[in-house]
């Protein structure tokens, strides 16, 4: 088995972590767990040369300052810069057009926090071993919990080290999350996926010929500028984008899936990045000046102005420049919808 190279997505503008999260700089660049921001982390997990090769980032002009100051830490980074947002299918094609052909690409999402990293690197290894042979692999998150902001993966006969997939269902209610759950077969789908770069634009020009053509059109008439790739930009606008799952996952009869428990979080929302901080004896989670009395499963943060607050639980208070966020976590999915998210 060959090197894998790294495909690692700088997309979204991680509204629901409003008001931290900003469209001029969203959440994959900012250090919301430890010192290191979540695209640093994602680097950091391919960083090993003897099992990775070289990222290949993608990201969109917006980003470009961000990318290239964080990624400076890892040698050797390739970017390229989508002309503009035209979802997963489209940007893993740009990467898998610029690659050969045989490549075995794991394509990461810059924004995910995985706490057991040895777990994610032998299921990238597991998953690579049966990309070479043609498949195209999802890593089944192993589920902890009945979440409904998720899609899952079902998983069909036993194939290797992982499993063929039976069936992509989309996200469900919470009874038929919890059923999921006690079925046993069911994993989360984290967007994370494993193929060989010639076999993802074989099924990308199969299912979406018209996703397919325009990304190598684009690719075969962009320019290098150094290690920086700019697609032509026209030829990329043509494109109706759609998600990688949509576009390829679902409709392909090679997917497969390789289960792995590693700590996984999308940090979707505040909720979620309360759950993978550690907390005080009371399930608190503290940043810059904050003080809490009696108070239990409340992230409190503030980049300037002192927070106190007593007699609160499983709220969220976070304190961002001007802007000051309050909402209980069963609120913390509907952020993005707040005006100052929005419109930021």
Same mark, same amino acid.
């Given at each position: 088995m060959?090197?894998?190279?790294?495909?690692i997505l700088?997309?979204?503008?991680?509204?629901r972590?409003?008001p931290?999260?900003r469209?001029?700089k969203?959440?994959?660049?900012?250090?919301?767990?430890?010192?290191?921001?979540?695209?640093?982390?994602?680097l950091a997990?391919t960083a090993?040369?003897t099992?990775?090769?070289?990222?290949v980032?993608?990201a969109?002009?917006a980003?470009?300052?961000?990318?290239?100051?964080? +990624?400076a830490?890892? &040698?050797?980074?390739?970017?390229? #810069?989508?002309?503009?947002?035209?979802n /997963? !299918?489209a940007a893993?094609?740009?990467a898998a057009?610029?690659?050969?052909e045989?490549a075995?690409?794991l394509?990461?999402p810059s924004?995910?926090?995985?706490a057991?990293?040895p777990a994610?690197?032998a299921?990238?290894a597991? +998953?690579a071993?049966? &990309?070479?042979q043609?498949?195209? #692999?999802?890593?089944?998150?192993?589920? /902890? !919990?009945?979440?409904t902001g998720?899609?899952y993966?079902r998983?069909?006969?036993?194939?290797g080290a992982?499993?063929t997939v039976?069936?992509?269902v989309e996200k469900?209610?919470?009874v038929?999350?919890?059923?999921?759950l006690a079925?046993?077969?069911?994993?989360w789908?984290?967007?994370?996926?494993?193929f060989?770069a010639?076999?993802?634009m074989?099924?990308?020009?199969?299912?979406r010929?018209?996703?397919?053509?325009?990304v190598?059109?684009a690719?075969?008439q962009?320019a290098?500028e150094?290690a920086i790739?700019?697609?032509?930009?026209?030829?990329?606008g043509r494109?109706?984008?759609q998600?990688?799952?949509?576009?390829?996952?679902?409709?392909?009869d090679?997917?497969?899936?390789v289960?792995v428990?590693?700590g996984?979080?999308?940090?979707g929302?505040?909720?979620a990045?309360?759950?993978?901080?550690?907390g005080d004896g009371?399930?608190?989670?503290?940043?810059?000046?904050?003080?809490?009395?009696d108070?239990?499963n409340?992230l409190?943060q503030s980049?300037?102005?002192?927070?106190s607050a007593?007699?609160?639980?499983?709220?969220?208070?976070?304190?961002?420049?001007?802007?000051?966020?309050?909402?209980?976590?069963?609120?913390?999915?509907?952020v993005?919808?707040?005006s100052?998210?929005?419109?930021?």
């Amino acid at each position: 088995m060959g090197l894998i190279y790294p495909v690692i997505l700088c997309g979204g503008s991680g509204t629901r972590l409003w008001p931290s999260s900003r469209k001029d700089k969203p959440k994959p660049f900012l250090p919301l767990i430890g010192e290191r921001t979540l695209f640093e982390a994602t680097l950091a997990r391919t960083a090993d040369r003897t099992r990775f090769a070289e990222p290949v980032i993608v990201a969109g002009a917006a980003h470009l300052g961000h990318v290239r100051a964080q +990624a400076a830490g890892f &040698a050797g980074s390739r970017i390229i #810069v989508e002309p503009m947002a035209q979802n /997963t !299918a489209a940007a893993i094609g740009l990467a898998a057009a610029r690659l050969p052909e045989d490549a075995v690409m794991l394509v990461c999402p810059s924004d995910h926090h995985i706490a057991d990293v040895p777990a994610f690197t032998a299921a990238a290894a597991e +998953a690579a071993t049966l &990309a070479a042979q043609g498949w195209l #692999v999802a890593l089944g998150i192993t589920p /902890t !919990a009945p979440e409904t902001g998720f899609g899952y993966i079902r998983r069909g006969e036993r194939l290797g080290a992982g499993y063929t997939v039976e069936q992509f269902v989309e996200k469900p209610d919470f009874v038929t999350a919890s059923g999921f759950l006690a079925d046993g077969r069911y994993s989360w789908n984290g967007g994370i996926f494993v193929f060989r770069a010639g076999t993802y634009m074989e099924e990308l020009a199969h299912h979406r010929p018209d996703i397919a053509d325009p990304v190598r059109e684009a690719v075969a008439q962009g320019a290098d500028e150094g290690a920086i790739f700019h697609p032509e930009p026209s030829a990329f606008g043509r494109i109706a984008g759609q998600s990688v799952d949509y576009a390829v996952m679902e409709k392909t009869d090679r997917a497969a899936m390789v289960p792995v428990a590693m700590g996984w979080s999308d940090i979707g929302n505040w909720h979620a990045l309360r759950d993978v901080r550690k907390g005080d004896g009371e399930g608190n989670r503290a940043a810059g000046r904050v003080e809490l009395v009696d108070c239990r499963n409340v992230l409190a943060q503030s980049d300037g102005p002192r927070i106190s607050a007593i007699g609160l639980q499983d709220i969220a208070i976070v304190v961002d420049g001007d802007e000051v966020l309050v909402t209980t976590m069963d609120g913390a999915q509907k952020v993005g919808k707040l005006s100052g998210a929005a419109n930021q």
